[in-house]
């Protein structure tokens, strides 16, 4: 019978080959983490994955929030999470002159007169 002497750094003669190399202890075989898309909930594939504002999209759900137009990465602009082509986005903030009535949000200004009213009252 074969009896080993001790611990060993490398494999036995004839288990080493080129295919050998400290490499390939340490790799395993884990699952990996499934992506999610933002827009759908769907499992996005490393083939069909965008990331815009640190959330991940499929290429097709990348779209804009007002007109549903495809959007790239050059080609939106980004408000409170949503995303929106770069014409919508001029017209809607254009339409209301502020980032807030423009796009559905109250003002800060009436955030600002409910705390006035709070700290008076006090």
């Given amino acids: 019978m074969f009896q080993a002497k001790g611990p060993t750094s490398s494999p036995p003669a004839h288990?080493?080959?080129s295919l050998w190399s400290p490499l390939t202890q340490s790799f395993s075989l884990?699952?990996?983490v499934k992506e999610m898309c933002t827009a759908c909930q769907k499992t996005v594939y490393p083939m069909e994955r965008l990331?815009?504002?640190?959330?991940?999209?499929?290429?097709?759900?990348?779209?804009?929030?007002?007109?549903?137009?495809?959007?790239?990465l050059g080609s939106y602009a980004a408000l409170h999470g949503?995303?929106?082509?770069?014409?919508h986005f001029q017209q809607l903030f254009k339409s209301k002159g502020n980032y807030d009535e423009g796009f559905g949000r109250k003002q800060h200004k009436e955030l600002w007169v409910h705390k006035?009213?709070?700290?008076?009252t006090k």
């Fill in 82 to 87: 949503e995303f929106y082509c770069k014409p």
């Fill in 51 to 72: 990331v815009a504002d640190k959330l991940v999209f499929h290429n097709a759900c990348f779209c804009c929030k007002h007109c549903h137009t495809k959007l790239s």
């Fill in 15 to 17: 288990v080493r080959s």
């Fill in 30 to 32: 884990k699952a990996q």
């Fill in 116 to 120: 006035e009213v709070e700290s008076s």
